[in-house]
C-alpha cells in the first residue's frame, strides 16, 4: 500500500556559510494543515504551514508546495554512502512508501489521507549548492543526477491535513507519457527530451519557459 511515512517540517531555519535554509526537515509527531494557492497573508503561500522556506525565489512556492522522496529511495543511499539517512533528510516534506516516485506522471494527482487533501505532481527536484553544504558530500550534484531519483513535487489542488500513516489513493492520471524521470533527465542535459515534455500541462511555468527556448 502506498502511504506517507512521515510528514516532516522544518520549525527554524539552519544557517549553511552565507545561505540561511528551511532544508533541516524532521518528522512531525502531529498532523499537519497543507494550504492551497490563494492570497498570500503574511507572506504565506501554499505548502506545509509552519514549515520554513527561505529561498523563496529556487524553493517553495504554488508548484513545490509539497515535496516527497521515498523511503527505499533513502535506502539506496544509506547503502551507496555508508551513512544513515533519516526521515526528512533530503528535505522532503512527505517521506513515502510502497510508490516509485521517480516514474509518476506529471499532473496525476493524489488523495492523501482522509481529510481532503488532493496533491498534483509538477516537477522533479533539481540538486542544488544548499543541498550540497547540508549533506557535505564532494561531487554530490553529480552524483544524484546521475542516480535518477530526484522525488517530486506537488502542487496543492484541494487543502487539508497530512500525518504520518495516511495512505495515498491515485485519483487520476493523464493522458501522455512525460515522467518525473524525463523531465528530470531533460532539464539536467538530455535537451533532445524537451519537445516531448510539451504533452504535459501541469508542468510549472517555468519549464514551459525552458521548453520554448529549447524546442
Keep these: 500500500m502506498a502511504s506517507v511515512l512521515t510528514v ?3 520549525a527554524e531555519p539552519i544557517d549553511l556559510g552565507r545561505r540561511r535554509s528551511g532544508i533541516d526537515k524532521r518528522p512531525s509527531s502531529e498532523p499537519l494543515e497543507v494550504r492551497a494557492p490563494g492570497p498570500r497573508k503574511g507572506g504565506l503561500g501554499s505548502g506545509i ?12 512556492g504554488d508548484d513545490q508546495a509539497v515535496y516527497a522522496y521515498a523511503r527505499e529511495d533513502l ?36 488523495a492523501v489521507g ?43 489542488i ?6 504520518a500513516g495516511d495512505e495515498i489513493q ?14 528530470f533527465r531533460a532539464l539536467m542535459g538530455e535537451s533532445a527530451l524537451m519537445p516531448t515534455l510539451a504533452a504535459a500541462e501541469a508542468l510549472p511555468a517555468r519549464i514551459k519557459t525552458q521548453i520554448a527556448r529549447r524546442s
Design 49 to 60: 504551514v509552519g514549515d520554513s522556506v527561505c529561498d523563496s525565489k529556487h524553493h517553495g
Design 158 to 163: 484541494e487543502p487539508g491535513t497530512i500525518r
Design 75 to 110: 535506502d539506496h543511499w544509506e547503502g551507496r554512502l555508508g551513512r544513515d539517512l533519516t526521515n526528512g533528510m533530503f528535505g522532503e516534506n512527505m517521506t513515502t512508501g510502497g510508490v516509485d516516485l521517480t516514474n509518476l506522471l506529471i499532473g496525476e494527482r493524489w
Design 114 to 156: 482522509d481529510d481532503g487533501l488532493v496533491l498534483e505532481v509538477t516537477s522533479p527536484r533539481t540538486p542544488c549548492q544548499t543541498f550540497v553544504k547540508w549533506l557535505q558530500i564532494p561531487g554530490w550534484i553529480k552524483t544524484f543526477t546521475a542516480a535518477g531519483q530526484p522525488g517530486a513535487y506537488f502542487r496543492v
Design 8 to 10: 516532516n517540517k522544518a
Design 170 to 183: 491515485v485519483l487520476s492520471r493523464p493522458d501522455h507519457e512525460v515522467t518525473i524521470s524525463m523531465v
